[in-house]
């Protein structure tokens, strides 16, 4: 009696194949999920940049001041009109834009932070002037980063953070140049 020789895999040898290629893709999966928070905050960050941009061409084209309003949760463009500054509401792309529930904002202008220590210390002196707050409260403030006609810029530093999924915390980091030029990260970082 002659034997063939048997070509083709076994079922044993297709179901080892499959077993591995399913704990190799199991593997990759729990690899990208801890970069992942990574680029969602880098993808914010390249949104902000590419608004910021957006805007500071407007001003060069039509000589009009603009500026950046920023919060903890939140930042929103504004503009200088009737002397006083008024909130871009009919853009998409520049109206007030909500950061999600795990990411907050750090804004540092010209090297110094957005709100200093003694600014939030409480004074029997401020008593007579809460009134006056609660008055200005309706009214939009000045912007904390400023876009001049010129295409010049506040310098500043914005942080995009939060925590990944090990507690970790994680950035990604606008900085703005008074030459009006933006970048993610410090120059001399290396991503």
């Known amino acids: 009696m002659t034997r063939k020789n048997s070509c083709g895999f076994t079922l044993l040898e297709v179901l080892l194949v499959?077993?591995?290629?399913?704990?190799?893709?199991?593997?990759?999966?729990?690899?990208?999920?801890?970069s992942n928070k990574q680029q969602d905050l880098d993808k914010l960050a390249l949104?902000?940049?590419?608004?910021?941009?957006?805007?500071?061409?407007?001003?060069?084209?039509?000589?009009?001041?603009?500026?950046?309003?920023?919060k903890e949760d939140q930042y929103q463009f504004v503009y200088f009109d009737d002397?006083?500054?008024?909130?871009?509401?009919?853009?998409?792309?520049?109206?007030?834009?909500?950061?999600?529930?795990?990411?907050?904002l750090q804004?540092?202008?010209e090297g110094?932070?957005?709100?200093?220590?003694?600014?939030?210390?409480?004074s029997w002196f401020d008593e007579?002037?809460?009134?006056?707050?609660?008055?200005?409260?309706?009214?939009?403030?000045?912007?904390?980063?400023?876009?001049?006609?010129s295409g010049e810029m506040s310098a500043f530093e914005l942080a995009f953070s939060s925590q990944n999924q090990q507690g970790e915390s994680v950035e990604a980091l606008v900085v703005g140049s008074a030459l009006g030029q933006l970048s993610l990260g410090r120059p001399d970082d290396h991503r």
Not at 18 to 34: C, R, S, Y
Not at 112 to 122: A, F, R, Y
């Open 18 to 34: 499959a077993l591995l290629m399913g704990l190799a893709a199991a593997a990759v999966t729990l690899t990208m999920g801890n």
């Open 47 to 70: 949104q902000f940049m590419a608004a910021t941009e957006l805007v500071l061409d407007e001003t060069i084209l039509s000589g009009q001041f603009l500026g950046i309003m920023v």
């Open 83 to 104: 002397d006083k500054w008024q909130t871009i509401a009919d853009d998409r792309l520049l109206s007030e834009r909500q950061m999600p529930e795990d990411v907050t």
């Open 107 to 109: 804004l540092v202008i």
């Open 112 to 122: 110094l932070p957005l709100t200093q220590e003694d600014e939030e210390d409480e």
């Open 128 to 149: 007579p002037f809460i009134e006056a707050e609660t008055e200005l409260e309706n009214e939009v403030k000045e912007p904390e980063i400023f876009l001049f006609p």
